[in-house]
């Protein structure tokens, strides 16, 4: 060896590493779920927001509408566009997006930020109607949701990766799905229905061995839903 010839860095050394099925961890030393690995965007996401218990209306009505768009899609594809969706329908307050015309759907069609899909533009507006009649109903959006979270003796004892897998839709999503359609919601089918519960905390979904998983659960524990609180 030449003296005073540094020795070659391993470039892979720094890559992120798969772990274990789903799984990987990072350049940080975080293992998360595999699905994130795409972007730092991608893993904020997974780390403080998905799997997390949620109680407000609009973003509840957000994702719902956003899991509706993302059909075909993929949910990074959506995630990226999403502040321009907030833009284009009013920050997905339901009370605004109700009075949205004509002209409005002409703008929509017309905004490349979004996904131009004139069905999903006219779902959106349909689903803000029926925000509208469940908040007379339960009292919130919420609050009608929460009511359907599933047992936990109902869940997995375990969510590894086959699990999840094997896993696209659930008994609580379909009941949820059928329901929402029976009061004229639409887009709302069983694995959209599924996608909307894992993300916003009716069920967790965080593989074992993800360090988000625990915190989750303890978000999860010191979480109050909503229609215990508003007495639906």
């Given amino acids: 060896m030449t003296s005073g010839t540094p020795p070659k860095r391993s470039v892979a050394a720094a890559a992120p590493a798969v772990t274990a099925a789903g799984l990987f961890t990072d ?3 975080t293992t998360r779920c595999a699905w994130c690995q795409a972007t730092p965007f991608y893993r904020d996401y997974h780390d403080t927001e998905w799997g997390f218990p949620v109680a407000d209306e609009r973003r509840l009505f957000e994702k719902i509408c956003l899991e509706g ?26 009370e605004k997006i109700i009075s949205f015309d004509d002209e409005d759907i002409k703008r929509l069609l017309a905004d490349a930020g979004i996904v131009r899909h004139a069905g999903k533009i006219a779902s959106t507006i349909n689903n803000a109607k029926r925000v509208i009649e469940l908040r007379r109903e339960f009292g ?28 696209p839709t659930s008994a609580a999503s379909i009941a949820l ?44 524990a010191a979480f109050t839903p909503p229609h215990l609180t508003q007495g639906s």
Wanted: aromatic share 10%.
């Fill in 177 to 220: 799905s059928k329901d929402l359609k029976k009061r004229g919601w639409t887009f709302v089918g069983p694995t959209t229905m599924h996608a909307f519960m894992q993300a916003m905390g009716l069920v967790n979904d965080h593989l074992e061995g993800c360090a988000s998983r625990e915190a989750a659960l303890r978000a999860r």
């Fill in 27 to 29: 350049t940080d030393h």
């Fill in 69 to 94: 768009f993302q059909a075909g899609l993929s949910w990074l594809t959506i995630l990226n566009k999403r502040e321009n969706f907030r833009r284009a329908f009013a920050n997905f307050e339901a």
């Fill in 140 to 167: 919130s959006l919420g609050a009608y949701v929460w009511r359907l979270e599933p047992d936990a003796a109902s869940r997995p004892p375990r969510i590894t990766h086959e699990v999840a897998r094997a896993m």
